[in-house]
């Protein structure tokens, strides 16, 4: 067995020792435990001082690609050196590694395929009031969406078994966290949550820039996620919405119609027309990008089975 801990790194070469000497490189159930780090376009010496500092593999971007770019980079890389499950941290030291043995648990005993470190959020003193209830909106709002029962969402410290990890593709390009557990929970994966412990704060998140700009990008991913994974139900709501609106609105039309007051209020039945047409079409909307979610869905099996292959002849 052999796993292999993957770090995405961007402009990491300050804090990635104080990182990567706490690692294990034993871990209970393996055989071969290493290090991959991916250099996401870093304009430091990231590569350089991860090399320097017993990292086994370096792969990367000549650019940045952002979070989600590298995450999925690390799954492919880890993939074909033949790694049997993955662990996922941060560069900046923020999970504790020496919850590593317990995050891989659920997978070696055949429990999960996919297990996320949950953070003490509650006890995390440099995480403040707005960031700590953001964190619990999105993980509500995940746990609704992905049917699963997973407490922090947002949390990058997770580990993977090499089918899940192959069944994995993240669309998005600001973070890989939220996508990828619903999209498990979509696949009928087993993914389950362990507490893990974190670390100091070493820098400032490079991900949250500042509070109103997490909360838009957040929003747009999980409206973006919502759209392409319940796009029926979606496109369904809206034009429920509409429609019924219209019909409002066409109702009061004809009560002062027929109460012999409706000339005054013909622009109630252009309107009543108009959200009636969009409801309307957007209800049809929703059947044809239905059609288009079961045609993902099987491009994300083919894309499976063809990751199956090249993988298998590259072990």
Partial sequence: MKLIIQIPCFNEAE???EMLKHLPRKVAGFKKVEWLVIDDGSTDATSETARRNGVDHVVGFTRNMG????????LDASLRLGADIIVNTDADNQYDARDIPALVRPILERRA???????????IGHFSIVKKALQRLGSAVVRLLSSTDIPDAPSG?????????????VFGDYTYTLETIIQAGQQNMNITSVPVRVNRDLRESRLIRNIPNYVFKSFQSIVRIFIVYRPFRFFMIIGLALFGAGFLVGARFLLYYFTGSGGGHIQSLILAAVLMLIGFQAMLGAFIVDLLATNRKLSEDILYRLRRIDCAEKR
Avoid: N, W, Y
């Fill in 15 to 17: 804090t990635l020792p």
């Fill in 67 to 74: 979070l989600a770019r590298a995450f999925m980079a690390g």
């Fill in 113 to 123: 395929e996919i297990v996320v470190g949950a953070r003490p959020i509650a006890e």
């Fill in 157 to 169: 410290f997770r580990a993977f078994s090499r089918d899940a990890a192959m069944r994995l593709h």
